[in-house]
């Protein structure tokens, strides 16, 4: 029997043992700061409020892998969110203006006070939830992927990933008066996954983080090509 | 704006005093109803916190989560005072 149709040559085919194996197989994931200049320069964040924290201390995410690495944490950028501010602001001085023009003065004071403990009862839930969602509405590198955490509304949640290797186009943009001066911007990622485009609203440090996101993408193909484990 | 001429029906002292009372009634229903929706908003509010706290954990989100708890409570006793007192 020629020797193409002796299945029993294939069966006694094992794999390698542990030690005749490449060492290239084997080689771990460098650390983020050996390839990226952008993150060598950073120390790791103790910050909890901050809008751009490298390497974050005290921080997960539930999806997060046991081994992967939160690189870097953004959040829009402080600036952005003067505008709830002013209106919570606005609302606590408010009565001060209702009552110098006698607003409710039709009413008993009972019914006056109550209103009063209701206005500040209400601007207390708008201040706690405009604070939330921007606290909550992260955008998330790891050595793995880039990661969108959504809040639209108390309700509505939405997080989407893509992994580093299908990232194909990245976009920093830098916009408006305030946009420069602050220097914050948005960033637009299109991907091969699932989520076609990624986009970074109003972070801080976009043509930062898109150097870094392209520092990422170099590092994945060359373990790609290396062959090493990430 | 003076409540009297609201419900000022001719120098009726008694219709004037009922009708005050009714308005002042649908008032306090008023009151109560938004608290309760008020209650119920701050009751979603917990549960998206703790759903957000989970999603993300970073060290502020056992602080965060007792906030919303205290707004609840906030909510629940600005209820009751409604209420009670109104």
Redesign the interface.
Known sequence: MPEVFDGSAKKKKSPKPESERGAHEHKPSRHVDEYSAVMSDERPSHRTFAAYAAKPLDTAFDVQASSEVIILLMRQHPITQVKWVAIAVALLFLPMLFSSIDLLGFLPLRFQFAALVAWYLVTAGFVLQSFIKWFYNVYIITDERIIDIDFHSLIFRDVSAAKIDKIEDTTASTGGFWGSIFDYGTITIQTAAEKREFEFEDVPHPTRVAKLINEMIIEEEREEMEGRVS | ???NS?FNLGGNAGVETQLTGAF?VF??VL?VV??IL?VL??I??VR??K??G???????SPF?RL??IV?LL??LA?LF??VT??
Do not use: C, G
């Open positions: 704006m003076d409540p609201l002042l008032v306090k009151y938004a608290a008020y908003f701050s979603v509010m998206q916190v759903i957000m989970e999603t993300l954990s970073t060290s502020l965060l906030l919303a707004h906030a909510a600005v005072l409604f007192t109104l």
